[in-house]
């Protein structure tokens, strides 16, 4: 819908349905979005999105191969239901542009493995191994400033956020970090044409380390096998995703030497240093 020559508003409703042998379920999905511009330069928008999912994707925490494994939605695990909420401003002026936006995301209908498990393997009753009826939620906020003229180009983005899980049985049924939760990211790009033939790049990355449980101590479980007692050593755990491993950061460099062949056609030669500084 057209409201003025700087606005629009945009809307559907999506059907979705999922059949798992006697298994079925559907689903009505609303979503809409709207851009209220209030000259030619200067914008704000908003959306809302309702969306489900017929299939988990649980995640092997700890290790380090991990192992990812999808299972389809059924009756004792349903489909999980996600609502969003964006809103944002946008500016561009004069070859720079300004994005500013916030995300809400409530997620229901988790599932994951429970405490204790990390795989299906050895085990026929794998649906045992399940923990469902979790509860997420992801916000944060987007900034970013892009420069599109001159010799030098590029753009400054920054993210700060939280997403979070919480299941009845995990963590005491308090909520918890979710494993990939980043408090900040930061990205920094510029892009410099010397001249016609060559032109260079660089990009900085830095973001927040991500949580993990660390182990606060050990106890020996005793154990009986033939009259004699065995000691086993087992770790403690704290609480879940309760610290954080160390931030992340790179710088990459890259060299574009442009060129024309003897066939009259173009060609780069491209050289790139990743993680120029070794982190």
Do not use: C
Not at 7 to 36: T, V
Not at 144 to 151: I, V, W
Not at 212 to 221: E, L
């Amino acid at each position: 819908i057209t409201i003025n020559n700087y606005s629009n508003l945009a809307g559907g409703i999506r059907f979705s349905s999922f059949h798992k042998e006697s298994y079925m379920d559907y689903s009505i999905e609303p979503r809409f979005n709207i851009n209220l511009g209030l000259n030619n330069i200067h914008s704000i928008h908003g959306g809302y999105m309702n969306t489900n999912h017929y299939s988990h994707l649980l995640l092997t925490s700890g290790s380090i191969m991990l192992k990812e494994l999808w299972i389809p939605a059924d009756s004792s695990t349903p489909a999980s239901t996600v609502e969003q909420f964006t809103g944002g401003y946008t500016a561009g002026y004069d070859g720079f542009q300004v994005n500013a936006g916030f995300f809400y995301k409530n997620m229901y209908n988790l599932a994951t493995y429970k405490e204790g498990y990390s795989t299906f393997e050895g085990d026929d009753d794998w649906k045992s191994k399940i923990e469902t009826k979790g509860i997420g939620k992801s916000k944060g906020l987007e900034l970013q400033l892009t420069k599109t003229k001159g010799k030098i180009t590029g753009f400054i983005a920054y993210t700060i956020s939280k997403t979070t899980r919480e299941f009845p049985n995990i963590n005491f049924g308090k909520e918890y970090l979710f494993d990939y939760d980043r408090t900040h990211s930061l990205s920094i790009y510029a892009h410099y044409r010397i001249s016609k033939k060559i032109d260079i790049n660089l990009s900085w990355i830095y973001q927040t380390g991500i949580p993990y449980t660390p182990a606060i101590g050990k106890i020996y479980s005793p154990s009986t096998e033939a009259d004699n007692v065995v000691y086993t050593e087992r770790l403690l755990y704290a609480e879940r995703n309760s610290s954080r491993m160390k931030d992340y950061h790179r710088l990459d460099f890259g060299l574009n030497y442009n060129i024309t062949t003897k066939g009259n056609r173009s060609a780069i030669w491209s050289f790139s240093v990743y993680n120029l500084y070794n982190r």
